[in-house]
């Protein structure tokens, strides 16, 4: 009798080798200036398209590298492992292109997922706006249906990577009154006409990838931009984040096994009452805990990831809701503790900027709150419970 193992393929450990050695290279060199100078490391997405490691998820059939829901996590962590915004690369190219993926027609996804296969175009995904955050359906951007065309108005806000991608999924209201059933998913460009950015967000982490309002002023775009059926739009939102949320889940752990890795380097090499620090019980029992936490989230993301990949290709999945919320929320409470335990274990050198560990508690802290915060991750996951 064989049993199907239950851990990641051999093909997933040799990707695991290859992007921890890029990152080691290339981008873990990188991630101080970046997040000191809070600017977007063009070299490092130059690096990742050269390896094909940017938009890893997108299908074969439209030139990607057709990367499984794991093999994504995979690549996400261990870019997170050494620098937190550059991770934000290859998530927010998936989470703009995952409502093509799901519900557009096969002309918008040939057209818009093969540049970013290319690495010619970056994509994101506006849902928020200025009060509409945890309530996203309360959004006020319309799109007005004008012949064989919309005209989009509004403002969205916190846009991950806004400026530096080309395509915007835009999700704006087409049938006022109707709440989240009269909303509709768009695909924007950069380029369209009326369409700008507000300044820079400053903010606590991070900071090389910028976050910005998309202003949309009278932008006309063809209909055909439409993803889905009119009044579909709020759905597909929330049935990409199905999928994303575990990508954030993948940046969390990856965050946390950068702290831990440099924390068990840190407490051997450190020595005070005439030993290294490591041989104190209260020093091992910290790291423990940390390793404990962060390997019970990771589970719960191979988990999650891979009834991801299940849903993706036909197969629905009843428990991907909770189980994309719970390891996003779970990973991301664990980073915030093992990445605040790193700083308490490198002492005061923790709380300088010679050391990465306080970059990381400042990176692991955005975990807990984008794609939902994690007050309504555990909203959504009791839903699915009591429903
Ligand atoms: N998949 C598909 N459809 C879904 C769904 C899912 N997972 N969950 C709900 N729906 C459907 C519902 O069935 C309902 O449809 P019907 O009216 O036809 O029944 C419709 O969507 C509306 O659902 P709800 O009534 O449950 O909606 P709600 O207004 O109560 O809100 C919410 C639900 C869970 C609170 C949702 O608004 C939410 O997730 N809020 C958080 C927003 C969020 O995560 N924002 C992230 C922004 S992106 C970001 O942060 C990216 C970044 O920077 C990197």
């Known amino acids: 009798m064989s049993f199907p193992l239950y851990a990641p393929a051999e093909e997933h450990a040799m990707l695991r080798e290859t992007v921890r050695a890029l990152a080691d290279e290339k981008i873990a060199p990188r991630a101080a200036a970046a997040d000191e100078t809070e600017e977007f490391p063009w070299d490092v997405y130059k ?55 799901l519900s557009a027609s096969e002309e918008l996804k040939a057209r818009y997922l093969a540049p970013v296969a290319g690495g010619e175009a970056m994509f994101s995904y506006a849902l928020s706006e200025a009060d509409a955050g945890s309530d996203a359906a309360g959004m006020k951007t319309r799109a007005v249906l004008d012949g064989d065309h919309y005209v989009l108005n509004g403002t969205k806000m916190w846009i991950t ?21 009269g909303i509709s998913a768009f695909v924007v460009e950069k380029s369209d006409e ?29 209909a055909s931009r439409l993803i889905g059926e009119p009044g579909s739009g709020f759905k597909t939102a929330l049935a990409t984040l199905d999928h994303t949320r575990i990508t954030i889940a993948a940046q969390a752990l990856g965050i946390a096994q950068g702290a ?22 209260g020093v091992q029992f910290m790291l423990a805990d940390m390793a404990m936490k962060l390997e019970a989230a990771r589970q719960l993301t ?24 719970a390891a996003k929320c779970a990973a991301s409470d664990a980073a915030m503790d093992i990445t605040t335990d790193a700083v308490q274990l490198l002492g005061g050198y923790g709380y300088t900027r010679e050391f990465p560990v306080e970059r990381m508690m400042r990176d692991a802290k955005i975990t807990q709150i984008y794609e939902g915060t994690n007050q309504i991750q555990r909203m959504v996951m009791a839903r699915q419970l009591l429903k």
């Open 47 to 101: 690096a990742l398209v050269a390896s094909d490691l940017h938009a890893v998820h997108v299908p074969e059939q439209y030139g990607g590298a057709g990367a499984d829901a794991l093999a994504t996590v995979i690549v996400i962590e261990e870019v997170a492992r050494a620098c937190a915004s550059s991770s934000l690369i290859p998530a927010v190219n998936k989470l703009g292109t995952v409502p093509l993926l």
């Open 161 to 181: 990577n806004a400026g530096v991608s080309e395509y915007y999924t835009v999700m704006a209201v087409t049938a006022p009154g109707e709440g989240a059933r």
């Open 194 to 222: 009326g369409v700008s950015f507000g300044p820079k967000e400053k903010k606590l982490g991070i900071k090389a990838s910028p976050t910005r309002q998309v202003i949309l002023e009278n932008v006309r775009i063809p």
């Open 260 to 281: 831990l890795d440099f924390s068990i380097g840190y407490v051997k090499e450190r020595r005070q009452f005439g030993k290294p620090i490591s041989d104190f019980q």
């Open 302 to 325: 191979y988990h999650a990831a891979a009834k991801s990949e299940l849903a993706m290709h036909g197969s629905p999945q009843k428990d991907l809701t909770f189980l994309s919320s």
